[in-house]
């Protein structure tokens, strides 16, 4: 049997097993659920150095300590936040209206895992399915497949140890195309969480099977006048070289007025920024992208030293961002575009109008309804900009990574970001528990036909009247019928 057919095996076998584990989660009480993601979150956090390395090392992406603290923020703060909500049974009564809300799973879910938060987002994606009683088979990046596994039988175990069935966390060892297609497509497979790509999230959607999708990142950082430029500068680079990178809401171009502009500069130069010269832009903007359009690889999570080598540029050892100075936007200028690696685009505007204006240029061209970050003390600025972008996050005055993924906000904590309609998902929540289960109500009638037809003004139904014809003559009967309705329209 050759590897595809194998893998297909594979997908087909661990989605069976992970029904019947499914099935048998959906027949625990919250207590019980509730032990076995707590033994999970323990047991992820207990591990979350050795699986950062593990990542790190395997793909070449990203910074081991950020990695850390990405799996400590999948394994206890995403924990935190749902640990008390009710998942299980009936989960909301409200006895005025009489309606009885049940929390109902959604049964197998595909968890598709990208290789630059491989073990973080594994973490996260188990434990909001297991939370809401569903059972989640991933099929993981090929180039972060020895670190997924991992995480997955550390998974396995604790959910062993907590009394549950450990097939309800599985991973694809053999990961094909056709054996995600087999997963996504499949009849037992009942949602689809889909991080990675645009070619996945679109496959995903294109699946027959509904699907959870996100859109690429590219939010801006408007710099407005009144922002405090320390604070601001800080927040961003912070936030831009947070594991070199790679995390989707991290800022992609940073937007500057006039009266501010030399300001910004000098501040990002001070805190290890690098501004290329115009030569050195063009070099860097044709190694950016693939000849597809695509986002090159070899860039993606790597450290400034690590691209200035790849490119050939000549960039001082303590610098830790690239900054390109940037007046187009377009598919065609690679720095107007998403950059998952220490590189970011600086755009110079006259005021806040235009950088309003330049900011949804900016993300019709890509990022449309992801996020995007301003640096203002100006709440008018804020109003007018939260009313007009087409993003479904605008961070304020926080770092765009962490913000975005609810770390440094009060947003859901959640390593999936849906971009709403406009960036092509089916939700704009950070997704979390309430998004993996449906709700089945129990509604009793308050209200009879006869009280609603005397509030709306309709009056006591008129009897039709009876016609000789036993056969009942079509003709007399609608000719009997119009009557009536004109008599009561008189």
């Keep these: 049997m050759d590897k595809d057919l194998r893998s297909i095996q594979e997908t087909r076998d661990l989605i069976a097993a992970a029904k019947k584990a499914q099935q048998v989660l959906e027949t625990f009480s919250q207590t019980q659920i509730d032990q076995i993601v707590k033994a999970v979150s323990d047991a992820t956090f207990s591990q979350r150095e050795r699986l950062a390395k593990m990542a790190n090392e395997e793909t070449g992406f990203g910074i081991y300590g950020d990695k850390i603290i990405k799996n400590a923020f999948a394994s206890k703060i995403v924990y935190e936040e749902f640990k008390h909500t009710k998942t299980v049974g009936v989960i909301n009564e409200d006895p005025q209206k009489k309606v009885t809300e049940i929390a109902v799973p959604v049964g197998v879910v595909a968890g598709l895992i990208p290789s630059t938060n491989p073990t973080s987002t594994v973490i996260y994606k188990a434990l909001i399915a297991l939370k809401a009683a569903n059972s989640i088979v991933f099929s993981p990046h090929p180039n972060a497949l020895q670190s997924i596994q991992a995480t997955v039988e550390i998974i396995r175990s604790a959910i062993e140890s907590a009394g549950g069935p450990k097939e309800s966390v599985s991973v694809i060892t053999t990961p094909t195309m056709q054996a995600t297609k087999e997963l996504m497509t499949h ?189 203002t003390e100006n709440k008018e600025v804020v109003r007018e900009f939260g009313l007009r972008k087409p993003v479904s996050r605008l961070l304020i005055n926080t770092a765009g990574s962490l913000g975005g993924i609810g770390a440094s906000t009060g947003l859901v904590p959640a390593l999936t970001l849906g971009c709403g309609a406009v960036g092509g998902s089916s939700t704009s929540d950070n997704i979390g528990v309430e998004n993996l289960f449906n709700v089945r109500r129990v509604a009793y009638g308050v209200t009879d036909l006869a009280d609603i037809r005397q509030e709306f003004g309709a009056g006591a139904q008129m009897p039709v009247q009876e016609t000789n014809n036993q056969g009942g003559n079509k003709d007399e009967l609608i000719d009997t019928l119009v009557a009536q309705v004109l008599a009561r329209l008189q």
Aim: proline share 5%.
């Design 187 to 375: 009849k037992d497979t009942n949602l689809i969480l889909a991080t990675g790509g645009n070619a996945m999230v679109k496959a995903a959607y294109s699946s027959g099977t509904p699907a959870i999708g996100v859109g690429p990142g590219n939010g801006p950082a408007y710099i407005e006048r009144s922002a405090l430029i320390p604070m601001a500068v800080k927040r961003i680079m912070d936030s831009k070289t947070f594991d070199n990178g790679t995390i989707c809401a991290s800022e992609q171009s940073i937007i500057v007025e006039k009266v501010n502009r030399e300001a910004v500069k000098a501040e990002l130069i001070k805190q290890g920024a690098y501004f290329l010269s115009p030569d050195e832009a063009d070099k860097l903007s044709r190694f950016i992208l693939r000849p597809n359009g695509t986002m090159n690889p070899q860039i993606v999570g790597r450290s400034v030293r690590h691209i200035a080598s790849l490119v050939g540029l000549n960039i001082p050892f303590d610098r830790r961002l690239i900054v390109a100075e940037e007046s187009n936007v377009g598919i065609k200028y690679p720095f107007s575009r998403e950059k998952l690696a220490p590189i970011i685009a600086f755009y110079t505007v006259e005021n806040w109008q235009e950088a309003c204006d330049l900011s949804v240029e900016i993300l019709k061209g890509e990022g449309a309804g992801h996020t995007m970050c301003i640096h």
